[in-house]
């Protein structure tokens, strides 16, 4: 393997796992009224919730290990990039979706839950088609696949159904 090439995955490495780190300083508090941006809003229940590992990635990187002296010499083999799950929908808030929906979810900055109990919970949903989907005010192509909302910097509306933060996203939606 050339020493450009090992230099370029070392880069790409270093580049895809600071981007996002570094995009935010500090986590900003979630502003309700961003759930104007959600392309569906329902309440379900969440069934086969798994954490999903990037290969791509981990290969990349232990290529990289193999060729360098100055990385550390393990990293975690199971690095969750994604959360894949159903909601089975109870009530439709706002969009129009099916009973069953099947979403990823990138969890943004914040560390994915390694578990979600079945809920019920008050989930708004975007678009998956542009990378950051979760950053307000791209516009893009729209695939039809939907990802818990989370906007950047911030943590994701998915909340229990029951809870406070559900009735303050309820209340900023029929002041919109």
């Known amino acids: ?14 580049i895809s796992w600071t981007t996002v ?18 392309e569906a809003i329902v309440v379900g229940h969440i069934e086969d919730y798994q954490l999903v590992a990037d290969q791509a990635a981990q290969d990349g990187y232990r290529a990289t290990l193999d060729q360098s ?20 929908v109870d009530e439709v808030l706002r969009g129009s979706v099916g009973r069953r929906l099947q979403i990823s979810w990138s969890g943004g900055n914040y560390q994915l839950p390694p578990t979600l109990a079945p809920g019920p919970y008050f989930i708004a949903l975007t ?6 989907s979760n950053m307000p005010g791209f516009n893009m192509a729209k695939t039809g696949k939907l990802t818990v909302l989370q906007p950047l910097c911030t943590r994701a509306f998915l909340f229990p ?7 303050s996203t309820t209340r900023a939606l029929r002041e919109r």
Do not use: Q
């Open 1 to 14: 393997m050339s020493c450009f090439r090992i230099f370029g995955i070392g880069i790409v490495l270093l």
């Open 21 to 38: 780190a570094s995009a935010c300083s500090r986590r900003h508090k979630l502003d309700y009224a961003d759930v104007k941006d959600a």
């Open 69 to 88: 002296s100055t990385l550390p010499p393990t990293f975690d083999e199971n690095i969750p990039v994604a959360a894949h799950f159903d909601i089975v």
């Open 127 to 132: 678009d998956t088609s542009y990378p950051f």
């Open 161 to 167: 159904a029951d809870s406070k933060d559900a009735e």
